[in-house]
């Protein structure tokens, strides 16, 4: 069962910045495309960034494109660094892990999540 630690949630003002870590732990995450999901409050859960195993593929949704950069350690840790943050993107982030060997576009685009993580919230206000 893979183990998660979220963090780097928190308040921002529009236009500001904030940086989101995941670090999972019980699975050999190399083998593993890990993504960014949000759900804001009265919304469905939505895929926002998503990265290969290896780190070598991205994807980012349109909501995000150009403002939100995934990357990733060569051990078990995820970023999502978000930029030029708006009142829009007030949301309890998740860590998300797919399946075995899978493709970032199986967790971004077909939602295959194997493993959730427990969410950080981000409020962007002014």
């Known amino acids: 069962q893979a183990h998660f630690v979220e963090s780097g949630g928190g308040s921002v003002q529009p236009g500001g910045s904030l940086r989101l870590s995941c670090t999972v732990s019980n699975l050999d995450l190399k083998n593993y495309a890990v993504g960014w999901f949000r759900r804001a409050p009265e919304g469905e859960r939505e895929a926002l960034s998503c990265?290969?195993?290896?780190?070598?593929?991205t994807y980012h949704t349109d909501s995000v494109k150009g403002r939100f950069t995934i990357s990733r350690d060569t051990e078990n840790m995820v970023y999502l660094q978000m930029d030029r943050m708006t009142s829009d993107d007030t949301a309890t982030y998740f860590c998300?892990?797919?399946?075995?060997?899978?493709?970032?576009?199986?967790?971004?685009?077909?939602?295959?999540?194997?493993?959730w993580g427990q969410g950080t919230q981000v409020t962007v206000s002014s």
């Open positions: 998300a892990v797919g399946p075995r060997f899978g493709y970032e576009s199986d967790l971004c685009v077909s939602y295959h999540v194997n493993y």
């Open positions: 990265i290969s195993g290896r780190g070598d593929n």
